[in-house]
């Protein structure tokens, strides 16, 4: 089992709906979760960090945490065409270890 | 502002040359940090330097070598390349400790033949 699992994709969403993404982790232990943009043949780029339990919600992007059931998500409202890109989560221990990353899930959205 | 800067951004190499990536971030930042990036695979840590002075191993070290000449710069080095290290390299920089931002290097795409 990978320590960070996403769903590869492609994730196809029509415009203006509300894209899901989703990853899971396996140690228990975990305590920052990142979630970063990478678009085509381009560099990964921070969205949101998390750390509690819950919802954060920053502009469109709302990242949520489920710490007992080991699971942090992404959700995009009002979807875009700019939006179509690779979603990468990242999640560590704590400040003394590194951060383990997800393959990513491409998100494609269509006008 | 530059951010952080990688060079070369593409490079072929023959199996068994050398060579160096060369990364510099003018953010004043303490940490910085060498990936790799595979197809399905994500990003692999290859080695890092906590602060300047520091470096150590990461998931896949192997092949590599590195440099923190001074606060800015963080060179990796494959000594003897090998087809197996053809990827994307990418460099990276973050304020502190591994749960701050991490601010990425456009990539350097390796292809060893």
């Known amino acids: 089992q990978k320590e960070v699992e996403q769903n590869s994709g492609p994730l196809s969403v029509p415009e203006g709906a509300i894209a899901s993404l989703n990853c899971t982790y396996s140690?228990?232990?975990?305590?920052?979760f990142f979630w970063y943009r990478q678009y085509s043949g381009k560099s990964p780029e921070l969205i949101m960090s998390i750390y509690s339990n819950g919802d954060k919600e920053d502009g469109r992007f709302t990242a949520q945490l489920n710490k007992a059931s080991q699971y942090v998500s992404l959700l995009i409202r009002d979807s875009q065409p700019s939006d179509s890109a690779t979603y990468l989560c990242?999640?560590?221990?704590?400040?003394?270890?590194?951060?383990?990353w997800g393959a990513g899930t491409k998100l494609i959205i269509k006008p | 502002n530059a951010g952080v800067t990688q060079t070369p951004k593409f490079q072929v190499l023959k199996t068994g040359q050398s060579m160096t990536l060369q990364c510099a971030q003018d953010m004043n930042h303490n940490s910085m940090y060498w990936y790799r990036q595979d197809p399905g695979m994500g990003l692999r840590l290859i080695y890092y330097s906590a602060s300047e002075g520091t470096t150590d191993k990461g998931e896949v070290p192997n092949g590599y070598n590195v440099s923190r000449l001074n606060k800015r710069e963080f060179s990796l080095r494959l000594e003897s390349a090998a087809p197996s290290q053809t990827s994307v390299y990418f460099c990276a920089s973050s304020e502190g400790s591994w749960n701050t931002e991490a601010f990425f290097g456009q990539g350097t795409r390796l292809t060893v033949v």
């Open positions: 990242a999640v560590n221990r704590d400040s003394n270890y590194q951060l383990i």
């Open positions: 140690d228990r232990v975990s305590q920052s």
